[in-house]
Structures are given as structure tokens and as C-alpha cells.
């Protein structure tokens, strides 16, 4: 059978029409379906032959006459009461009488035609039938979805309600989970029931405000939505959420709401628990990031915020302690890109070995970083970085925390002279000092004063190993104050205390140099000896075998201030070297035109007690890199242009006056 829902206007109507007369059965459809096109007929000849059609076709509308062989319309038509009690039934007959009339109507039939013998009929007969159809598809709908509504109400999780919009809010209608939630019966609550929503169940420090809130809302768009509260009639508090609509009536009548209510107690206190740990977390969030803060800014070391740019490091935040080592307003370095405070090798380092890469995964440990302050200052540090990550926890960057090691730096510098000092004492002065003895005791016993001679000699060897070691010592200590000096004084005072045998000065420099005078003598009365003694052709002389002594490195090298390099063959004392002092655009040069130093030995001359000279201390070279570094310099040793030794000073401040030596 037909569900009973109207589907339109152009819904097909279904008609099975019962008459025993076939022909005028059939002349019945066909006016019947010329009548009203939603109609569909179709023809049986008797009762059996209808229940026959019914039982396997959907049929909204049964019009059947009265006399029929072997079953009568009455009997038919109790027979379709038994499956389909409210089936429209209409009947549509000849027989025409007032008992016929009222046995239909007590068997149920829905209407009563009698035939005509004009078209006519057909007319009002189509009118009929789709009259009836339309009223038990109406019929059935309604029932439909008051089936629906009924259902919906049993399972909402709240009561629907029907009130009038006044003071009080009298209930008209209201139903669904009233007593679970209120206490009171639906009974009560409606009038008459002797309970008000409006004054008894509404909170009283919230109905006010309500029906403030209700009434604004309707005046607006007719609808509204509030939250308030309710007091039980056992006394509890109770959330509720509310939503609902005006229904206008007429002048004289009360408009009345409608709407739908629900008990949100449970998510107003989850919406409580969630605040009030909010407010906790939010207050640990601050009390952290205070903690944080302090910790940032009071730690004993420089630390920086960075983020990845282009896989590069770039400050996003760094504490006091960083900005003040540097020299700079914080506000002048965050944005920038840490790698514009490094030295050159340290930036170098951060690129060329994917430093930042292997901080931002993780795997970076510990590793030297020079920055360069804002007055040109080097400070070294000891980094230490870790990935940053946001709080979807992906790395952005690194928190970076840099020690500075320039105190731990020096003092390990200070070590490695003592060490340095320690090993040459004990290995440098002991040797003439064990040959002093040696020559002392056999002196006395075989009373040869030549042994003597050698024990003088070892003496005066102490003497001025002594003087280069107290050299060596100061040279390496910080130069706090300059002066501007004259190269060129210095050079030609230096050359007058230099025993220069046939050795010629050419001194091509008249400029000033920022200084501390007297250890730059120091520097270059040493460069100056060492190409004297060490640029000669004169042959090496032939040392005594108790003259021999060992460098800090255990290997056997002959006594001297710096390697000596000539020929073996045969030379005069007159061969004398000459020595040529210069500048350059950042310093100046001390050159001559001996055989000079092989490329392989270079690396070596600068060691301590390193020599090849027969009467030199090993010391003259060590003590001019000292002086050089204590100003700031760099040495570096070259070949001349010919072909000698060349020493170049670089990293010098020029002076913008002319000052004497």
C-alpha cells in the first residue's frame, strides 16, 4: 500500500474500480483517467478478482458497485476492512435506496455514489475520489509526523514548550524530560498546575535579566537563545540553555513562545574546571616565563634566541650580558644575522661545517666561536647550542649560550710559557751549567786552566739565556698603553747595539707606528741580529762536542739564536748580508739577502730554543712573535725578493704624527 506521505501536486492517484460490467468498467476508466490526470485505473469484474489486484498492487482508492456475483460490495468491502481499515471506499452503484445508503456507511465505506445515466457522473465521481485521497494522504501525514515529533520529544535531551509570553511565562504546553530535570510534574508546570517557570524555577538573581534578554531578542527577529539558571524543587541550582520563537496572535490575545530547553549543567561545569585551570596554566605560563626570563638574563654566560633564515642564523633575541660583551644595544642586534658578528674563521666555521644544520638537529656539541666586538675587539667564546621549537613543536631555530673562555684562554696561554719556560730551565741552562762543573772539577784536578776558558764560556752562555728568558717572559704580556714611534729612530738605535760585523743597514721607512716603545726595540733588535748573524756566507764554525745541546724537542741542533744557512764551502768575514727595512700598507718588513730558510723549516723557527747558530739562545724569534701578538701583530716569515729571510709585520696602527726614536 501507498506510505500515506503527499508527494505534490502531480502525485499519481491509484484507483482499482470493482463492477461486474466489464464494458462499463472500462468506459468509467477511461473518463475517470480524462478527468484528473494523476489518476490511475485500474478494472477488476468481481470482489475476488479485487482482492486479487489489491493483494499485489499499491491502491490509494477502491470504488466498487453494490450487486456482484459470488461476493456483494458490503461483504468486499469488510473483507479490505480486515487489512486496510482506513483505505478510501467508495461506493459507486445503480442500486440506489436509503438502506442500501445506510448499510455502506455502517460497514465503513468512505463515500456514497449512486450512477446516472449521463457523463456527468464521471465528473463528480473523479471529484469524490480525489477528495477522499487527498484527505487520507493529509490524514496520514499528520499522523506521520506527529509519530516523528512525539519521537523526537521522548528522546530529546530536554522539554519543549508552549507558553504565554508574560510575566511568569505560564505554560501552556509543556513536555519530554520535564520531572528529571525540574523536579515537578508536566501537570504542574502547565496552568493550573499551581508552579511558574518565570517566578519559581528561574533563579532569582537571573530573572531579570532574562526576560530583559528574551524580550530584546524577539523584538529584534522573533527568535531568541539565553542562559540562566533554575532552582529545582529539591532545592538544586541547575544550568539552563534555551532557544525559542514568537507566535503572533491576534490584538486581543497574549502572544505566546515557543521552544526547546536542556539542562547544560555538566558543560557549565567542565566550562568552569576548563577556566579555572586556564587561569592556573596561564598563571604558570607567566611564573615560567618570569623563571625563564631571570634565567636568560642572569645566566653566567652570553645567550641568543636565533631563527633559521635560509638555513642561517638570525637573532631574534639575546640576553644583556651578550649585547654589553659585544658593545651593542640589544635593539641593534636582533634581526640581524649572528654570523655579522663573528671573525672571518669563525664564520667561515658556521658555513663551511654546517654548523647551524647540525644545532638545529640536535647533533652540535661544543665548538670555539670568535665574535668581534664594536671597537674591534676579539672575543673568544665556547658555544653551546640546542634546537628551538615552537609550540607545534617543529624546530625554528636554536637557543645558543656562549662562554667566554678569554680569561680561560690566557690563563692557558700563561701554562703553555711556564711549561715552555720550565722545559727550557731545566734542559737549556742545565746543559752549560753541567759543563761549568765539569770543566771546574777537572780544572782542579789536573790543574789545566783551558778547562777554565770553557767554564767561562758555558757561564756566559747562561748569562744571556738568562736575559732572553726574562725577554721571553715580558714579551708576551698585554700592552695596555701606545705611543706614536718613529720606525725608522728605532731601527738605526737598534742597529747601534748590534754587533753588525760587515753587514750593511738599508732602512726605507720614515712613518710612525703606534707602540710600546721599548718592546718594539725588543722586536727589532732581534730581527735585525738574526739577519746579521744568520745571513752571512761566512762558513759554520766547528762547536766543541760539550758545546752541543739539545732543543726542548730532544733532537741535536748547534747552539744559536736562529737557523743559520750558508754554504759549507769557503767565506770571508767580509761577505756581510745586507738588511733592509721597509713598509708595508699595514705594517712594515725586515728582510735581507742571505741564503734564507727553506719553506719545510719555516714552521720551526718561531719555537722556542729552536737554533742552529753556535753561540745564539734559540729564543731572538720566539720573542719577536711574543711582542708581535702582545700588540696585536702578526709575523709572518717569507723570502726576500733575494732570496733571503723576510719577516713581515702586519696588523700595525700608523700613527698620524711623526714622533721620534
Request: glycine share 8%; proline share 2%.
Amino acid at each position: 500500500m501507498t506510505d500515506g506521505i503527499a508527494g505534490g501536486a502531480a502525485e499519481a492517484i491509484r484507483i482499482l474500480h470493482v463492477d461486474d460490467d466489464s464494458d462499463f468498467a472500462e468506459v468509467a476508466a477511461s473518463f475517470l483517467e480524462r478527468a484528473d490526470e494523476r489518476f490511475v485505473v485500474e478494472t477488476a469484474t468481481s470482489a475476488r478478482a479485487g482482492l486479487d489486484c489489491l493483494a499485489r498492487t499499491d491502491v490509494d482508492c477502491i470504488v466498487s458497485d453494490y450487486d456482484m456475483p459470488g461476493m456483494n460490495c458490503i461483504a468486499f468491502l469488510e473483507t479490505v476492512r480486515e487489512d486496510y481499515p482506513d483505505l478510501p471506499f467508495v461506493l459507486f452503484t445503480g442500486k440506489g435506496s436509503e438502506s442500501v445508503a445506510s448499510e455502506a456507511i455502517s460497514a465503513g465505506v468512505t463515500d456514497y455514489l449512486q450512477k446516472e445515466v449521463n457523463t456527468e457522473q464521471y465528473e463528480l465521481l473523479a471529484n469524490r475520489i480525489g477528495n477522499v485521497v487527498d484527505a487520507h494522504r493529509s490524514r496520514e501525514l499528520l499522523a506521520e509526523r506527529t509519530r516523528r515529533l512525539e519521537t523526537l520529544i521522548s528522546n530529546l535531551p530536554g522539554i519543549v514548550y508552549r507558553c504565554r509570553n508574560e510575566r511568569g511565562w505560564p505554560m501552556e504546553v509543556v513536555e519530554g524530560e520535564v520531572e528529571m530535570m525540574t523536579g515537578y510534574t508536566a501537570e504542574q508546570l502547565e496552568d493550573g498546575g499551581g508552579v511558574s517557570w518565570g517566578d519559581d524555577l528561574v533563579h532569582d538573581d537571573d530573572r531579570v535579566a532574562v526576560w530583559d534578554a528574551v524580550q530584546d531578542a524577539i523584538d529584534a527577529d522573533g527568535t531568541f537563545e539565553v542562559t540562566y539558571r533554575i532552582v529545582t524543587a529539591t532545592g538544586d541550582t541547575k544550568w539552563m540553555w534555551e532557544r525559542g520563537r514568537v507566535v503572533r496572535r491576534s490584538d486581543d490575545e497574549c502572544d505566546v513562545l515557543e521552544g526547546f530547553i536542556t539542562d547544560i549543567t555538566d558543560r557549565k561545569e567542565r566550562e568552569r574546571e576548563l577556566e579555572h585551570r586556564t587561569e592556573e596554566l596561564e598563571e604558570l605560563t607567566t611564573e615560567l616565563e618570569a623563571q625563564y626570563r631571570y634565567l636568560f638574563e642572569e645566566a653566567p654566560v652570553m645567550a641568543v634566541v636565533t631563527r633559521a633564515e635560509n638555513r642561517l642564523p638570525v637573532i631574534d633575541d639575546c640576553n644583556q650580558r651578550f649585547a654589553e660583551t659585544l658593545g651593542y644595544e640589544r635593539e641593534d642586534l636582533v634581526g640581524r644575522e649572528l654570523a655579522d658578528f663573528y671573525t672571518h674563521e669563525s664564520e667561515r666555521k658556521l658555513i663551511d661545517s654546517g654548523g647551524y644544520e647540525r644545532a638545529l638537529t640536535g647533533e652540535f656539541m661544543r665548538e670555539d666561536r670568535e665574535f668581534v666586538t664594536a671597537d674591534d675587539d676579539i672575543v673568544e667564546t665556547r658555544l653551546r647550542a640546542v634546537p628551538r621549537r615552537d609550540a607545534r613543536d617543529e624546530i625554528v631555530g636554536t637557543l645558543a649560550l656562549y662562554l667566554d673562555v678569554r680569561e680561560r684562554k690566557e690563563l692557558e696561554r700563561q701554562t703553555e710559557r711556564l711549561e715552555e719556560f720550565a722545559s727550557i730551565v731545566s734542559h737549556d741552562l742545565r746543559n752549560p751549567l753541567n759543563v761549568a762543573q765539569s770543566r771546574v772539577k777537572l780544572a782542579r784536578r789536573n790543574g789545566d786552566g783551558s778547562h777554565l776558558d770553557v767554564a767561562i764560556r758555558a757561564h756566559d752562555r747562561m748569562e744571556a739565556l738568562i736575559e732572553d728568558l726574562l725577554a721571553l717572559a715580558r714579551g708576551g704580556d698585554a700592552i695596555d698603553k701606545t705611543e706614536a714611534v718613529g720606525l725608522s729612530a728605532v731601527v738605526d738605535r737598534c742597529w747601534a747595539d748590534v754587533e753588525t760585523a760587515g753587514a750593511t743597514l738599508a732602512v726605507d721607512t720614515d712613518r710612525l707606528l703606534r707602540a710600546d716603545r721599548s718592546r718594539l726595540r725588543q722586536l727589532v733588535e732581534n730581527l735585525l741580529r738574526n739577519s746579521v748573524e744568520h745571513g752571512s756566507t761566512s762558513p759554520r764554525s766547528q762547536v766543541p762536542e760539550d758545546t752541543v745541546e739539545h732543543g726542548p724537542t730532544g733532537n741535536q741542533t748547534q747552539s744559536g739564536d736562529a737557523v743559520e744557512h750558508g754554504p759549507t764551502g769557503e767565506g770571508t768575514a767580509d761577505d756581510g748580508v745586507t738588511v733592509t727595512v721597509g713598509d708595508l700598507s699595514n705594517g712594515f718588513y725586515v728582510a735581507d739577502d742571505g741564503p734564507g730558510i727553506p719553506p719545510d723549516e719555516r714552521d720551526d723557527v718561531f719555537e722556542a730554543g729552536y737554533s742552529t747558530a753556535r753561540d745564539g739562545t734559540g729564543f731572538g724569534l720566539r720573542i719577536v712573535e711574543r711582542v708581535a701578538e702582545a700588540h696585536g701583530w702578526t709575523v709572518y716569515l717569507t723570502e726576500s725578493d733575494d732570496g733571503g729571510a723576510r719577516f713581515e709585520i702586519r696588523g700595525v696602527e700608523f700613527a698620524e704624527q711623526r714622533g721620534g726614536g
